[in-house]
T-cell receptor
Framework: AQSVTQPDIHITVSEGASLELRCNYSYGATPYLFWYVQSPGQGLQLLLKYFSGDTLVQGIKGFEAEFKRSQSSFNLRKPSVHWSDAAEYFCAVGGRLTGGGNKLTFGTGTQLKVEL | DAGVTQSPTHLIKTRGQQVTLRCSPKSGHDTVSWYQQALGQGPQFIFQYYEEEERQRGNFPDRFSGHQFPNYSSELNVNALLLGDSALYLC?????????????FGSGTQLSVL
């Protein structure tokens, strides 16, 4: 069964500092990997996704993630964090459903706090 | 172009009651998925609807049921509510069946069971 682990429950960084959020996955085949962000009272917004090809994926809001098959990881990075980046971040792996379609299996999330 | 809309935004029920949550998918989308997000957890897949049929369900009891209408909107019904059903319920819509399909999430319905 597919699963996602986000080992850091909370992370605090200073504004302007770099950021790396960790994600490890378990999946039997080539994974489809995603990072989502959730602000309080909001739904999930897709930051970036990996399906195949270049292992370094660029997303919105200056985020990027690197797929490393050997480490079963898909860590999210940003070179300089802005106060508005404070939110909860979820890593997810996509799995095929019987009869077509996809479902996402999410990690438990990492809460990012940004200090001014 | 409206995105995914869910109603109501908040709901308070008591144990044993039944609840219906509603979702209108993004324009042009024909597939609706429902997720439950308990406090401090990531969303968990409940089920997905396509062409008015339940395509597959996650690890949720039969108390959770759904429906998709011809206009692709969807309802999630939960019977015999338990305290543990308190959560944010998210609806996501998409189109296509390939790996490139992109899920668009609504803002959710916050259900509190007292």
């Amino acid at each position: 069964a597919q699963s996602v682990t986000q080992p850091d429950i909370h992370i605090t960084v200073s504004e302007g500092a770099s950021l790396e959020l960790r994600c490890n996955y378990s999946y039997g085949a080539t994974p489809y990997l995603f990072w989502y962000v959730q602000s309080p009272g909001q739904g999930l917004q897709l930051l970036l996704k990996y399906f195949s090809g270049d292992t370094l994926v660029q997303g919105i809001k200056g985020f990027e993630a690197e797929f490393k098959r050997s480490q079963s990881s898909f860590n999210l990075r940003k070179p300089s964090v802005h106060w508005s980046d404070a939110a909860e971040y979820f890593c997810a792996v996509g799995g095929r459903l019987t009869g077509g379609g996809n479902k996402l299996t999410f990690g438990t999330g990492t809460q990012l706090k940004v200090e001014l | 172009d409206a995105g995914v809309t869910q109603s109501p935004t908040h709901l308070i029920k008591t144990r044993g009651q039944q609840v219906t949550l509603r979702c209108s998918p993004k324009s042009g989308h024909d597939t609706v998925s429902w997720y439950q997000q308990a406090l401090g957890q990531g969303p968990q897949f409940i089920f997905q609807y396509y062409e008015e049929e339940e395509r597959q369900r996650g690890n949720f009891p039969d108390r959770f049921s759904g429906h998709q209408f011809p206009n692709y909107s969807s309802e999630l019904n939960v019977n015999a509510l338990l305290l543990g059903d308190s959560a944010l319920y998210l609806c996501a819509s998409s189109t296509g069946t390939g790996p490139n399909e992109k899920l668009f999430f609504g803002s959710g319905t916050q259900l509190s069971v007292l």
